[in-house]
């Protein structure tokens, strides 16, 4: 068999164009680092569907950034003749495999069960008549939309599943240092890190149209997450996915899209067309877990890390 990755984290960013990624010096250098993807592309606008897609194979009917929930069956007439809707983190369980989610500037506060009693019509996957309140206990530099994990009731109504989802700042360093990084993990930044916003005259995040100082914010953050040399920072057969999650403007979803692991060759370029819904698929055939029998199914996976002995 092929070797594989033993771990994978993803760092998704916010609303840029490639080019205005490789605009920025560091970013642009961080390709002698691993395997940039030049043909890479977000699937839709807004940024959640983009997040709940590459974690569920599908974006569900969801087509803005209101905070609901994946319906938690297809079909409500019956819902006990349905299996529930999945995710990644369901076909990873069924191997024995571990997940987190890093998410900075989370608090519990933000771990929103769904109401017990709901009714939506098929096919609209998503829970319109009560959208989850976020708390005005809640960091503002927290965005619940880039934890797609927090959308899927079958995750946060199991409290051994939600326990996954945590901090990072009060986390992740030391699930690293002690060797515990899990096999399949996101580390989610916060407004300012993943260029989604800067802070305005208050001291408050603020939306912008993505710019050179979002790409600043993007460098630093990078900088520190990765280190001089990833390599030697994260434990070996680890692969690093840095990508975003759509573009600007929003007709255009070109994104920068770069695989960092000690299994690729670096300072190389692939073409292969692909977007979120190769990625789930790549990591799905990484690990031997089966798919989703959504959009990941027919996805061609990125062949050139399968194929490596």
Do not use: C
């Amino acid at each position: 068999m092929a070797e594989h990755f033993e771990r994978i984290v993803i760092v998704m960013f916010e609303n840029a164009t490639r080019e205005l990624v490789l605009g920025n010096p560091y970013m642009n250098s961080l390709r002698k680092k691993g395997v940039f993807l030049d043909n890479s592309f977000g699937l839709t606008h807004p940024s959640q569907p983009n997040y709940i897609a590459t974690v569920a194979g599908d974006t569900f009917g969801f087509n803005g950034d209101d905070p609901y929930w994946v319906a938690p069956y297809p079909d409500t007439a019956d819902p006990n003749s349905q299996p529930p809707v999945t995710s990644i983190v369901d076909l990873l369980e069924a191997k024995g495999l571990t997940w987190k989610a890093y998410a900075e500037n989370l608090k519990p506060v933000d771990i929103i069960q769904p109401p017990a009693k709901f009714f939506y019509p098929p096919p609209n996957f998503f829970y319109p008549p009560f959208a989850a309140k976020v708390s005005p206990d809640s960091d503002p530099l927290f965005s619940r939309r880039h934890v797609p994990f927090l959308s899927f009731p079958n995750i946060v109504t199991n409290p051994t599943r939600a326990a996954n989802i945590v901090n990072a700042q009060s986390t992740f360093e030391s699930d690293l240092a002690a060797g515990k990084l899990p096999n399949y993990s996101w580390y989610i930044p916060n407004l300012l890190n993943d260029g989604h916003s800067v802070l305005n005259s208050d001291g408050q995040p603020d939306s912008s149209l993505p710019s050179e100082k979002n790409m600043r914010n993007i460098a630093t953050f990078l900088k520190g997450f990765l280190g001089e040399d990833p390599l030697k920072r994260f434990p070996p057969k680890t692969l690093l996915n840095i990508t975003f999650d759509e573009a600007f403007p929003y007709t255009e979803y070109g994104i920068y899209n770069l695989l960092i692991g000690d299994l690729l060759e670096p300072g190389t370029t692939q073409s292969q067309a692909n977007n979120h819904y190769n990625l789930l698929r790549t990591i799905e055939d990484n690990f031997e877990i089966g798919t989703l029998g959504r959009n990941d199914a027919p996805s061609e996976p990125l062949h050139f890390l399968a194929k490596r002995k």
